[in-house]
């Protein structure tokens, strides 16, 4: 049955023609995206390979990413130091050593034209993107993540699934109640979803909370909730509430501007998150 992961890849994939794919092609490709463009490269066949994690490879791109400049510095404590054991630890299918590489390359193949991913890779996908933003804001904003975000690491128990089932369902959250925050879902694209949900053959637990969601007020509370002691999540929330609207409106703005300070998220983490996003 599809779970929340899936529905998530299927909202994005009916918006990635639109103004949301544009988005994350520019995020991608952004000079200010923390180093993605650079990870991506390694993905799409550039030098260095999925697998490396010495020299410069993707150990080397996450290191920039957050400031760490040389990869040898993944061999040290604190994020670097996982990530390290990440890129050297054993991998599997659609990962390197953990890390959720598959998803990310299913994203970039997508949206540049280079093949059909499933709506599960594609969710993966984006989960492993907002992680890869929340974790590069958080460090450039002068908070240094804890521990990698939901969705950056590929689940290998089910208990690391159901925790990436939970965060595709407050991103899913905040995507639809960004859509919501100036007073309306488009009726075209809420039919749209509702027939996805109905083709992927989606579990009723989480058709009720699509239906609910998309039929309810705004509502942040649930969001805020679940991010309180997790700012790696927090960021994310964010990021997929700008990646969900066009912030063109009044209402919106005030929407985010209450979801920042809800969610406690520092003015430099927030402006590095929107300068990727909107550049």
Do not use: C, W
């Not at 529905?7 to 918006?15: D, H, N, P, R």
């Not at 309180?228 to 700008?242: D, F, G, I, M």
């Amino acid at each position: 049955m599809a779970g929340f992961t899936d529905v998530l890849g299927s909202l994005l994939e009916s918006q990635l023609s639109g103004k949301a794919g544009d988005k994350l092609k520019r995020t991608l490709g952004s000079k200010d995206a923390g180093g993605l463009e650079q990870m991506l490269g390694q993905l799409m066949g550039g030098s260095g390979g999925s697998g490396s994690s010495a020299g410069g490879g993707l150990a080397g791109a996450l290191g920039q990413m957050l400031g760490g400049g040389s990869s040898s510095s993944t061999s040290g404590g604190g994020l670097m130091g996982m990530l390290g054991q990440l890129m050297g630890g054993g991998s599997k299918a659609g990962s390197s050593g953990g890390l959720n590489l598959g998803g990310l390359e299913a994203l970039a193949g997508q949206l540049l034209g280079g093949g059909k991913a499933s709506s599960r890779d594609l969710g993966g996908g984006l989960m492993a993107l907002l992680g890869s933003l929340a974790m590069g804001a958080l460090s450039k904003g002068g908070q240094q993540p804890q521990r990698l975000p939901v969705g950056l690491r590929a689940p290998e128990t089910p208990e690391e699934e159901e925790e990436l089932e939970s965060a595709a369902q407050v991103i899913l959250m905040a995507m639809i109640n960004a859509a919501k925050a100036d007073g309306r879902i488009d009726p075209e694209e809420a039919e749209k979803i509702v027939g996805q949900l109905d083709n992927m053959g989606a579990d009723q637990e989480v058709r009720d909370f699509v239906f609910k969601e998309m039929a309810g007020p705004l509502d942040i509370k649930p969001m805020v909730e679940a991010a309180r002691h997790n700012p790696e999540l927090a960021a994310q929330v964010y990021a997929a509430s700008l990646l969900a609207v066009e912030v063109d409106t009044a209402a919106e703005n005030r929407y985010l501007q209450e979801l920042r300070r809800e969610l406690n998220i520092s003015p430099e983490v927030a402006e590095h998150i929107e300068r990727q996003i909107r550049a």
